[in-house]
């Protein structure tokens, strides 16, 4: 009985404000009990799709459908785990806060690993199946790829970052922040190194180098994770051949940097240029001396419900790209954000014995 009043009023069969029918016209309709008739109605109401109204007797279809405006954001990773990123982490701190900038709710399914004793995956499946939310942010990941919920077109979906079957793809433009990372570095160094994960962004970036006159005596390419980058760095300005800027892909390394750099006894902003890829507004080491180049994640998700928006027009599969931006460039809705990040950053230090 709630699936089907559930569908009549998704699909529009029954229209906005629309009365829902009485108690006795339920009852014979669906050859169920009064009690069983208050319970399907409850849950209606609880999922917001029936309301009362004022002044008027009964209930009615919902004036605003909440899937029109509900999304879900689905990660198959968990806060602590090695494959949680500073980039998950600065979403998922936005939806908590409910600082999105996206119009409407966004809820986080974490974890969500495709086993049906999953409680992240059921909800999954119930928003799906009950199409009960307007959108799915998905997190690319093998896991979320083979997730059988998501193997058949339906429910609009966007992947963040890099494509999923049925979905519309946000995509950051990692290429233009290269080659303006290589841009800053012409202006701020002559030794350089670039620290990544990949070896295949280093590569990009080395070509970006090039065209601003690096020749590749001038830079050194380290292929390093979080967990190696403290000792490689001290080591690398242990030498008296160190570099003078530095250039660090991705954010989860800055931290460990900046603990070796500390341990070579050199400072950043003072001893050494550094910028390093952020994920506004959560640019980690901007107290200490780090300059930051990255992608808004509000920026993002406003682009992800573009993509929403556009498959429920009949788009089939709209991509939007997100540009990277200096901290002279944010919106100001996130220069505010980031102003609240570093004041309670500031205000944790100063709390420290």
Not at 12 to 25: C, L, N, S, W
Not at 114 to 132: H, I, T
Not at 144 to 157: C, E, K
Not at 163 to 172: E, F, I
């Amino acid at each position: 009985m709630v699936g089907v009043l559930r569908s009549q009023i998704l699909s529009g069969q029954r229209a906005p404000r629309e009365k829902i029918p009485t108690y006795d016209v339920l009852v014979e309709e669906f050859a169920v009990a009064r009690p069983t008739v208050a319970k399907v109605l409850r849950a209606l109401q609880k999922e917001g799709l029936v309301e009362r109204l004022d002044g008027r007797r009964g209930l009615f279809v919902a004036s605003n459908l909440p899937h029109h405006s509900r999304y879900l954001w689905v990660t198959s990773e968990r806060p602590g785990s090695l494959e949680w990123t500073c980039f998950m982490a600065t979403i998922l701190d936005l939806i908590e806060r409910g600082a999105t900038g996206v119009e409407g709710e966004v809820i986080a399914l974490v974890g969500v690993d495709g086993r049906a004793n999953n409680p992240q995956y059921r909800r999954l499946c119930d928003a799906v199946e009950q199409a009960s939310v307007a959108g799915l942010f998905l997190m690319n990941s093998a896991a979320v790829y083979l997730l059988p919920a998501l193997q058949t077109p339906g429910m609009p979906r966007v992947a963040i970052w890099a494509p999923l079957p049925h979905a519309g793809l946000v995509r950051l433009d990692l290429d233009r922040l290269l080659s303006r990372a290589a841009i800053r570095l012409r202006q701020k160094g002559h030794r350089v190194v670039v620290i990544s994960p990949h070896a295949s962004t280093l590569e990009r970036a080395q070509k970006y180098l090039a065209r601003q006159g690096f020749s590749r005596d001038r830079v050194w390419t380290l292929q390093v994770a979080p967990v190696g980058c403290e000792r490689t760095t001290e080591l690398l300005f242990d030498r008296k051949d160190c570099p003078n800027a530095v250039f660090m892909t991705d954010d989860n390394l800055v931290g460990p940097f900046l603990s070796g750099l500390r341990r070579a006894k050199r400072k950043a902003g003072t001893d050494v240029y550094v910028l390093a890829h952020c994920n506004w507004p959560r640019p980690v080491g901007r107290a200490e001396g780090v300059e930051h180049i990255g992608f808004d994640v509000r920026e993002m998700l406003a682009a992800a419900k573009e993509c929403i928006d556009a498959q429920r027009a009949g788009q089939e599969a709209p991509v939007r790209v997100v540009r990277p931006r200096f901290v002279d460039e944010l919106e100001p809705s996130t220069e505010e954000e980031l102003q609240r990040f570093l004041a309670q950053k500031e205000a944790r230090s100063s709390r420290r014995p």
